[in-house]
């Protein structure tokens, strides 16, 4: 069975609310749009969640820059229709063969609410139709002082897009962009020991990035590993997760007190409490985890140093219409339980602190067609 995959696979099943998804009802935009109204309707959020943004395409990592605005990466619309079919290994049936174009961004959102476009045209890609034709682009975000640095997931040739690669890269004042490491050729240069021959991506599914000091670290889930990215385009494997781990799916990263935390999707059907945080050291060792939870795509320390979870479907089994609505935000106490923060979230996908101690999250980041219905939700935290 395919195992990240099914993170894709289930995500298109609830949206159309049905257990079984034909190709014809994927290719029918009234269903799908009727589908996605009633989705919207379905997920009602506690009162501490409030909308601050709308008009995103599948949202996903998100920052605060220096300037005070919150930048968030866009895998964008589902409008990709390049092949690389017959020039080089395909990602395996039904999750391929992805289909590539250039729709993914970069936006600004301003402390009102108001979203501008940083970089646009970015490497994008978009699964097979019988699978949603769900899409990937630029993943996540980080600044290293004004800096801004993006990390992508949707390039390569495997992804559709022949001549591109999987790459970190920095954007420059002017809105061009100079690419900093290749990291699809990182990977195949130096594979993990235990990936996952029957949902294999060549060119790696990157999701999450961080800056620590003048260095960046990315967690790559499809291959399971943890990397340091150095500015004069050096990667070192810091930790290969799925040689002690196997598959877990690490999705997820944030630094504390000096350690790596690292959060598990993990596999499906969905086992509520089977997800976990990592600590990580500096030198890959895994020093302890934090069990207990349950398909985590976020995690962050608030100022006073608790640690918080996203998980993005609580909903044990196979995938149903009953996870629609069913993200929430955790945080993780000294003793090891949990306390909810916020609940009702619809495939949320990132999630960061803003300055003034808010939680800010990419919500209906993943799955949803119809243009521009993703957003950025703000969560005041109790």
């Not at 800096?147 to 897009?161: D, F, K, P, V, W």
């Amino acid at each position: 069975m395919r195992k990240f995959a099914w993170f894709k696979f289930f995500v298109v099943l609830i949206l159309l609310g049905v257990i079984v998804l034909s190709t014809s009802a994927i290719a029918s935009a009234t269903n799908i749009s009727s589908s996605s109204t009633q989705l919207a309707r379905a997920a009602v959020p506690t009162a501490n969640v409030t909308v601050f943004a709308t008009g995103l395409d599948n949202p996903r990592g998100l920052k605060f820059g220096p300037d005070g605005n919150l930048y968030v990466a866009e895998g964008g619309p589902a409008t990709n229709t390049l092949s690389t079919v017959g020039l080089c290994d395909q990602v395996p049936s039904p999750v391929g063969p992805y289909t590539g174009g250039f729709n993914s961004r970069i936006s600004k959102i301003t402390p009102a609410g108001v979203r501008t476009t940083v970089v646009n045209n970015l490497p994008s890609s978009q699964t097979s139709p019988a699978l949603g034709n769900l899409v990937s682009g630029v993943a996540d975000v980080a600044f290293i002082g004004d800096t801004l640095y993006g990390i992508e997931a949707g390039a390569g040739c495997s992804h559709g897009l022949a001549g591109t690669d999987n790459t970190v890269f920095r954007v420059n004042p002017d809105g061009t962009i100079t690419n900093i490491v290749n990291l699809s050729a990182f990977q195949k240069a130096n594979p993990v020991k235990n990936p996952e021959p029957d949902d294999f991506e060549p060119d790696g599914t990157w999701y999450s990035m961080i800056a620590h000091g003048s260095v960046l670290y990315a967690i790559e889930p499809n291959h399971g590993e943890l990397d340091r990215i150095l500015l004069n385009g050096k990667i070192i494997r810091v930790s290969d997760i799925s040689a002690s781990q196997g598959h877990i799916v690490p999705t997820t990263l944030t630094f504390h007190s000096g350690r790596f935390y690292v959060g598990n999707l993990s596999t499906f059907p969905v086992v509520p409490g089977s997800a976990k945080i990592l600590a990580i050291n500096n030198g890959g060792k895994i020093k302890s985890s934090q069990a207990g939870l349950t398909t985590v795509v976020g995690v962050a320390f608030d100022t006073s140093g608790h640690l918080y979870a996203l998980e993005t479907d609580t909903v044990a089994g196979f995938p149903g219409p009953a996870a629609a609505g069913s993200g929430q935000v955790v945080r993780v106490n000294d003793d090891g339980s949990l306390t909810v923060i916020a609940t009702g979230l619809t495939f949320p996908t990132a999630m960061t602190f803003s300055p003034d101690g808010n939680l800010y999250v990419s919500n209906i980041g993943f799955g949803v067609p119809v243009p521009g219905t993703g957003q950025i939700v703000r969560i005041t935290v109790p």
